[in-house]
């Protein structure tokens, strides 16, 4: 594996422009002292001494694929509610497109608030609609998702699913259509409800417990064997170019059906894993755009999910940030 080769293709992130369609939720830290326990019932009491918000979900993707240097546009639902207005303050804090995101009366913007005190989440409370978009909803998005592509002229698409109604199987056809007429590259990180909605995509990129319910093979192991056999299951029912299986402890695994390649996952001190994933697909999406090998993508892909692993709560990583990683192990 070139150094040289990864070196500069993390330099050629900048000039990306990277579209991400799928459920933006916002992440809410109340962070706190807990001192007593409550006479009501058995429970600590956090003494509230900060609030945080942070964009999570589909948008820490298009967070992730911007401080790699991409240009990013975010193309989802909200609601008509006060989530979405802090939603929106802090995409146009990071400096993130709005234009792809379009409200609703008929949706809630979702919300995962985590009370903490010290390294420990006390509890988490989701805020959020799971049921599909309405027909006339999904046909506005699809619209804005149409004329951001013609407009913007994006390298990538990513579809970031995380099961709360914003993607369906129609979407994600309509719009890999529009991409295969075009040439544009489509990545997924796909959830169960949506697992096959895919054929044609560039790559597919599932953790090993999405991959384990998608193909209902509950049993199966993280050996090269399995992971060969799942990759054959999935061809059966929805051909893709690659796939790229996250194995948490056990690595990543990544094949085009020609050419297999595993890596071991590097050592780390594990703050927080959350999030992981985002960088995973933001940071495969940038690297297959730049002309990386299969191997390269997955080592760099690999590197980018380990350093947001050392800290608490949803992070990004940074071009610097990974162009440090790699030149520390390569």
Known sequence: MEKNKILNAIGQFQGQKIL???DVILDAYYRGDVARISPEAPVPIVELKHKEYRL???ANVALNAKDLGATCIMCSTLGEDQTASKVMKLFKQEGLNTEGLIQSDRRMTSVKTRVISGYNQMLRIDEEINEPLSPEDE??????IKAVIDLEKPNAIIFEDYDKGVISEHLAQEVIAIAKQKGIIVTVD???KNFFAYKGATMFKPNLKELRDGLN?????TSDEDLKQAFTMLQERMPVDIAFFTLSADGVFITDGVRADRLPAFKRNIADVSGAGDTVIATATCA????LDLDEIAFTSNLAAGWVCQFPGVVSITSEALTNEVNKHL
């Open 56 to 58: 999570g979900g589909a």
């Open 190 to 192: 796909p959830k169960r």
């Open 139 to 144: 046909r506005i998005l699809f619209d804005r």
């Open 217 to 221: 093979w509950p049993t199966m192991s």
């Open 20 to 22: 991400v369609i799928g």
């Open 288 to 291: 297959l755009v730049a002309g």
